[in-house]
């Protein structure tokens, strides 16, 4: 709940998580933008770091459709399903969420904008988990992922997804399992 705080929103009024300054000065929020914010200040071709890089042209495009892939299923509505016996807790708990989030936008102009991203992803999460269709429609995307991710590391002997050297990528995968 800290990150409807004030003193978040002023930092970070998208209320995103999670979050990352640099500099004391550049906000950054959503691991993908953090991802991306690094890939772009300190360039593959200089630094070893976890993002394929741009110009190693397969590498770069499997990590781009594996991670829209995992980016296009909501693992939130997955998570608070599996707890079945927390879920209607859980559903209260993001409805009362979602207003507070609300009333913070209806009162401030500056996070307006911004903090209905938030709003509209929360309520979509809300929408999944109150429909079971919902909740099988994420499953069944989630279940396409794994088997893809398995393919892939079968059909090429790897290690890691994405090649001989471990990545951002496998990370997600990594956090993505544990969550579950």
């Known amino acids: 709940q800290n990150h409807l705080s004030a003193e978040f929103l002023e930092i970070n009024p998208y ?12 906000m950054k929020s959503g691991e993908n933008e953090i991802i991306n914010f690094i890939e772009e200040k300190f ?12 110009t190693s042209t397969e590498e770069y495009q499997k990590y781009l459709y594996f ?4 980016d296009n299923i909501s ?8 707890q079945s016996e927390e879920k209607g807790q859980k559903l209260e708990k993001l ?7 609300e009333r913070i936008k209806e009162n401030d102009d500056l996070v ?3 903090i209905a991203s938030t709003i509209s992803e929360l309520k979509h999460v809300h929408a999944l988990v109150d429909s079971s269709a919902g909740v099988e429609a994420e499953l069944t995307k989630l279940d396409n992922f ?18 001989h050297f ?6 997600k995968f990594g956090v993505l399992i544990h969550t579950l």
């Open 166 to 171: 471990f990545r951002v990528l496998d990370i």
């Open 112 to 114: 307006a904008d911004s």
């Open 75 to 82: 693992i939130d509505a997955i998570e608070i399903d599996l």
């Open 95 to 101: 409805a009362v969420e979602i207003e507070k989030m």
């Open 146 to 163: 794994m088997a893809q991710i398995e393919a892939e590391l079968d059909s090429h002997g790897l290690t890691y997804i994405l090649g």
């Open 43 to 54: 360039p593959a071709e200089e630094n070893n770091i976890l993002i394929p890089c741009s």
């Open 67 to 70: 991670t829209s892939k995992l």
């Open 15 to 26: 209320s995103k998580l999670p979050t990352m300054i640099f500099d004391k000065s550049m």
